[in-house]
């Protein structure tokens, strides 16, 4: 498993990519893909995307694609001990 993340432009572009036996072309989203949908489309509406792309029989890779920000560290350290 291959996991990258990188800025491109204004974007946030997250890859996660395996050499595995791949998925059918067709196939039924469960659970878990439906609510990583759901959920991105809630926490930025309209301005993300979510593809998965098969490389059948071998390999498939997943592409989230998220607005780019940064924020001013407001971090603030506990004092040891």
């Known amino acids: 498993v291959c996991?990258?993340?990188r800025q491109?432009?204004?974007w946030?572009?997250?890859e996660v990519?395996?050499?595995g036996v791949g998925m059918p072309?067709?196939?039924g989203e469960r659970t878990g893909l439906t609510n990583t949908r759901e959920r991105l489309e809630r926490c930025y509406p309209g301005r993300?995307?979510?593809t998965i792309v098969s490389g059948e029989p071998k390999g498939t890779r997943v592409l989230i694609?998220?607005?780019w920000s940064t924020f001013p560290s407001t971090?603030?350290?506990a004092p040891a001990g």
């Open 75 to 77: 971090a603030q350290h």
């Open 8 to 10: 491109v432009d204004s």
């Open 48 to 50: 993300q995307s979510f």
């Open 17 to 19: 990519r395996d050499d």
């Open 65 to 67: 694609r998220l607005p």
């Open 12 to 14: 946030l572009a997250l």
């Open 25 to 27: 072309r067709v196939y």
């Open 3 to 5: 996991i990258t993340a």
